[in-house]
């Protein structure tokens, strides 16, 4: 499996929006689980949002509930993070990152995953 590639980060007013892509390369993206994590200098890379690999079921953290929706296009092989709402506190690099969908392991816990995008910076001024 390749390096996913991830875009859609920049810089944003509080209460603004953005929409992160994650593209996945190779013809397994249609059985792989799919998250968004993000990470602040210093600090341990936190669970964001999940979805599994059939579309599903997905998961958020209870900070960004009714604010984030992950959704995923698999004849694209991208997923995407919908950030509505944005808060300062949002601001961190946001990570895609993917599993094989027979996984069990806790879905929220950035180790139980294979691959990994590069990062993209998500800005939240206030």
């Known amino acids: 499996q390749g390096q996913l590639v991830e875009s859609g980060g920049g810089l944003v007013q509080a209460g603004g929006s953005l929409r992160l892509l994650c593209t996945v390369p190779?013809?397994?993206?249609?059985?792989?689980?799919m998250g968004w994590f993000r990470q602040n200098p210093g600090k341990v890379r936190e669970f964001v949002a999940s979805i599994t690999w059939n579309g599903q079921s997905s998961r958020y953290r209870d900070s960004v509930k009714d604010r984030f929706t992950i959704s995923r296009d698999n004849a694209r092989k991208t997923v995407y993070l919908q950030m509505n709402k944005l808060k300062p506190e949002d601001t961190a690099v946001y990570f895609c990152?993917?599993?094989?969908?027979?996984?069990?392991?806790?879905?929220?816990?950035?180790?139980?995953?294979?691959?990994w995008g590069q990062g993209t910076q998500v800005t939240v001024s206030s």
């Open positions: 990152a993917a599993r094989p969908g027979y996984y069990t392991s806790e879905y929220n816990i950035a180790s139980n995953y294979d691959y």
């Open positions: 190779g013809d397994a993206f249609s059985r792989l689980d």
